[in-house]
């Protein structure tokens, strides 16, 4: 069978500082991976700048028999629009919907008649099998995780367990993506125009249970792939793309820090000559300590995306966020000892947060050590989570339009007006980089590691205010 797998991008998405950097849909690149290896042939394409060419040439070239959508929670209406634009090009091919916003709402995937199946969690067997029914004229009651119509009901057939062993899937297929294209916009020794990047999951799950995450919805418990797993991932990447920067893309990549100690080591003694970026918890950075740490920089870690999401106490434990504000600056500390680059994310618009205490809680975050870079985005419920449940008890929702949860706006009824949190997010940004003491962190780094210059300078330029730039051009 042919199979196109399609991650959709909404155009105009509103840019919220940065994060648009593009990464493979790995997802998609696994499954592609699992039905190539069944016989079937595959295409992942990756609709990076939001018009419909690529579709269209993708479908009037590869003449699927079947087509899946990843889908979010913001771009749920763009799935079905492109499942809709399948059709009409495609002659009713069958489509397939999967990916985080079905996997909360399994149902809702095929309210419309433009989706004809919902894969909910995990997809590369269920897709599998699917694909198997299709072929052989066969119904779909017996597929765990498949949502499909029967007699004109939408049925959910409940769901699949989670693959143990995530070492007995391929290596994730790549061979349809712009390798080109993918770049971390963060200043960790590559610059971005001469990096070759690639993102790599590691692992599926999270061991924490944040109340506004969709993380555990999808996945639950942290399961990882083998080390060799990995390893043979980051070969294949360095011999057949370049790839001289990776990404590793899970969310709880700390979850064994021996695990992520194995994986660099491993690396460096294949002498594959790679840095890397991941996420890491505040509470996992203290955990490892200062030394592992500097370990793991001179192993090739240089950057990390870091969850703070607030400086205060109470709304950390109301959201279960696993550390607390003490904790968030000992982990800076260690981080910036280390050397390694902290991007902190960090989320506004709760709605039981004052102005009078928003703008203390933001100006702590100024005096802490080591956060250079910063993502502010709005705290959205995601279906499936426990913050979705509370807005919905509390009637807090104000927009149930799902193109609006893309976490550049609020779609909460808040204590601060909406257009009061934007000026403040705004105002603030702009203090943030221009502030002396981050000026002062980013030159401190520079003048320990000379050849993070360049890369400051093309990471920074536009954000930066001139004076900020006439400082770093001058150290260098
Ligand atoms: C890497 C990542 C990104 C990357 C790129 C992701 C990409 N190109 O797909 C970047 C950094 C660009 C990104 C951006 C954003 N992201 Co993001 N991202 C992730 C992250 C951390 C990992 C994704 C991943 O690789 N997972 C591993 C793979 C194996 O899993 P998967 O993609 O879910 O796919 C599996 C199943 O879901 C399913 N599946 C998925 N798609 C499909 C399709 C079909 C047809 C089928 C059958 C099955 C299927 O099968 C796959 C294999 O088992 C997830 C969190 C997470 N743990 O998943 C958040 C996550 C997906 N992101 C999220 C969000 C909100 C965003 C942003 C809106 C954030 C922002 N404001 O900037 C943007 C939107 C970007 C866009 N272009 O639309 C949310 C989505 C929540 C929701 N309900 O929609 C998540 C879940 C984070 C969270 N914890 O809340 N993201
Ligand atoms: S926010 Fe991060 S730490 Fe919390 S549950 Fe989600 S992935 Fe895990």
Request: hydrophobic share 40%; charged share 25%; net charge negative.
């Amino acid at each position: 069978m042919r199979i196109i797998l399609i991650n959709p991008k909404v155009a105009g998405l509103r840019d919220i500082g940065g994060l648009r950097a593009e990464a493979e849909p790995m997802g998609l690149c696994f499954i592609a991976a699992c039905l190539e290896r069944a016989g079937h042939e595959a295409r992942v394409v990756h609709v990076v700048d939001g018009s419909d060419h690529t579709l269209e040439r993708a479908f009037a070239t590869f003449e699927p028999d079947l087509v899946g959508i990843s889908s979010y929670t913001h771009n749920f209406s763009e799935s079905l629009r492109v499942a809709g634009l399948a059709k009409a090009h495609c002659g009713d091919v069958p489509v397939m919907l999967g990916g985080p916003h079905v996997s909360a709402l399994p149902e809702q995937a095929l309210v419309d008649e433009r989706a004809d199946f919902g894969v909910v969690g995990e997809g590369e067997e269920t897709v599998l099998e699917l694909v198997r029914s299709l072929e052989r004229g066969e119904g779909q009651d017996g597929i765990a995780g498949l949502v499909h119509r029967a007699a004109g009901d939408v049925i959910y057939n409940g769901p699949r367990a989670r693959i143990q062993d995530l070492g007995a899937l391929p290596i994730p297929s790549r061979c349809d993506l712009p390798m080109d294209r993918y770049r971390q916009a963060a200043p960790v020794w590559i610059p971005p125009s001469q990096q070759r990047c690639a993102s790599v999951n590691t692992a599926r799950g999270c061991r924490f249970g944040c109340t506004f995450c969709a993380t555990p919805t999808t996945w639950g418990k942290v399961i990882g792939r083998p080390t060799d797993h990995v390893l043979l991932e980051l070969e294949h990447l360095v011999e057949d793309y370049g790839i001289n920067y990776v990404w590793f893309s899970d969310e709880d990549f700390f979850y064994d820090p021996s695990r992520v100690f194995e994986i660099l080591e491993g690396a460096h003694e294949r002498g594959l000559g790679l840095i890397f970026r991941s996420f890491i918890s505040v509470r996992d950075v203290i955990h490892c300590g200062m030394r592992m740490m500097k370990d793991l920089h001179d192993l090739g870690l240089r950057g990390v995306l870091m969850g703070i999401e607030s400086t205060s106490d109470d709304v950390l434990r109301r959201v279960r966020k696993p550390h607390r504000g003490k904790d968030l600056a000992q982990a800076l500390h260690f981080l910036d000892e280390a050397g390694i680059h902290v991007r902190g994310s960090y989320m506004i618009g709760y709605p039981w947060e004052t102005e009078d205490e928003l703008i203390p809680n933001l100006e702590c975050l100024l005096g802490l050590p080591a956060v250079e870079d910063l993502y502010i985005t709005y705290v959205t419920p995601f279906p499936g989570t426990v913050f979705w449940e509370e807005c919905k008890k509390e009637n807090l929702l104000l927009a149930e339009d799902y193109d609006l949860w893309d976490t550049g706006g609020t779609v909460l009824r808040t204590p601060i007006p909406a257009s009061r949190l934007a000026e403040i997010r705004h105002d603030y940004l702009a203090r943030f980089y221009s502030d002396q003491r981050v000026v002062q962190r980013m030159t401190e780094r520079i003048r320990r590691f000379p050849c993070l210059a360049a890369s400051y300078r093309e990471v920074f330029p536009k954000q930066f205010a001139q004076q900020t730039r006439e400082t770093l051009v001058h150290v260098h």
